[in-house]
């Protein structure tokens, strides 16, 4: 399994790689993990899992990337030979280099497409010389069709995939989990190392959204990345209509990357006192951090629909909380929101309907608890269980297919 990141390296698709890791070694396989690391490279062993770790880089240009590529794909033909080799989107165009790794091995290649890449350059602003781009557009169809199996994780990626020329054979939907922690008992929750400011901590419902006599602001929760194709400026005109019209509303931003440093600065030229910015917390607060949201925000641009899927929105469904989707109506969040009445979608460079869905929420006790409702039934079917049982099934299915 390859991927750039890998805990303890941050980064969502790590954390869904450990739990899929983690499932197949209790199925049986013997499963080895390739990824980079910023130190010294290194082999070791967690559990029955190996873990290969090879020189990175965080991708400051475009000439570190094509080595940091190139170094995955000759630590994949150097590694002993295994009978599946499952890639991940990071970095862009790593099922190439899969796929080419496979034929030389002998064995089965399995794409999980997180992102889509070559397709994302153009919509999150990325240029590169047409000529080029359909080189890689070429190239990259080629090895997604001679691959064994593409996991998409939406079916709108499915279709893109579909339309963009990729036989729907060769594809399988299987939505990503939300985190772990999220979804076990209280009793079997790390308490926290570091103390951690997280308001709300009696229970929501016995709270009055009305009055908030306990001082305590309505909070709504932005965790995860914030990248090019996650539009800022929707957000940044709702906080400006939210801080005149409500302001007991705060929005709370949690992570790091160059959309917080823009956010931090818009927060500063318009006086946002309403936005608040915090730093990645440690694994032992996500759960007490999730929950301390009244609503989570969840962002995607219209031209990447297709191209991605933002994870954010398992982890709203997974403590209930209303979602407020800022993006494509064609996109899974949307049609998942509006099956199961769990939010509200707007489109994301709407920044007045944005702010319109966040205040119906912190004034409208009913239509919380509808969409708190909402989410529970979302997640029906979507737990971390489901959707190993679904590669499993996959894994299965190559295996006798070669």
Known sequence: MVNRVYPPMRGATGRLLHD????????GHRVTILTTTAGKPAVSTRGPISIVRIKGVDRPNKLD?????WRLYRAMLVNPRHDIIITLSDPPLLYVMGQRAAKKKGCAHIHWCQDLYPDLAAPLGFRIWPPLYNFFMTLGRAALQA???????SRCMQRHLVRTGLEIRKTTVIENWPDMELLAPASEVPVPTAKIELPHKQSLRDRR????????KFR???AGSL????????????AQILQKTHPDIELVFVGKGDGFEKLAHARAQFALDNIRLIPPQPRASLKGLMESGDVHLVTMRDESLGMLLPSKFYGGIAVARPIVFAGPAESDVAHLIARHS??????????????????LYRTDADAWFAAHE??????VGRTPDDAFALWSDVVRKVGNDR
């Not at 691959?147 to 994780?153: E, F, K, S």
């Not at 909402?374 to 997640?379: E, H, N, P, V, Y």
């Open 342 to 359: 769990c939010g509200r979608v707007v489109k994301p460079d709407d920044g007045k309907s944005l702010a319109t869905a966040i205040a």
């Open 20 to 27: 899929l890791a983690r499932h197949f070694v209790k199925a």
């Open 147 to 153: 691959a064994d199996c593409v996991v998409c994780i």
């Open 227 to 238: 990248s090019r194709a996650h539009p800022l400026d929707a957000i940044v005109k709702a």
């Open 65 to 69: 990337w094509l080595s940091g590529l």
């Open 374 to 379: 909402g989410a529970q039934k979302a997640l």
């Open 209 to 216: 959204l009305y009055s908030d006599p306990s001082g305590q």
């Open 220 to 222: 709504v929760l932005y």
